[in-house]
């Protein structure tokens, strides 16, 4: 997956994006903990705090591993313990 990165965010920016976007993908293979992908998305959030931005981000990542990134994330909102998308 090529993670969507903006080139004025830090090198650790570009760390704490690439972990949340790692936990999207790792839904679909394994599962990930509700809470571990709750706190990465806060991270997240940090770095991107534009809603417009971070849809646009989510719709990259979104195309490449056909899933939704916002559906991810509100079924970790949504839920306790393991989630798989």
């Not at 990930?32 to 709750?38: C, E, M, Y």
């Not at 991270?43 to 849809?55: D, N, Q, R, W």
């Not at 970790?76 to 313990?81: F, K, L």
């Amino acid at each position: 997956m090529n993670i969507p990165i903006r080139y004025e965010w830090s090198q650790e920016e570009i760390v704490v994006v690439a972990e949340f976007f790692d936990l999207i993908a790792q839904t679909q293979e394994k599962g990930v903990d509700a809470s571990v992908l709750k706190s990465a998305y806060r991270a997240f959030k940090h770095v991107v705090p534009s809603k417009a931005e971070e849809k646009q981000l989510f719709k990259d990542v979104d195309e490449q591993l056909n899933l939704s990134c916002y559906k991810v994330v509100k079924q970790a909102n949504e839920q306790e313990g393991k989630i798989q998308a």
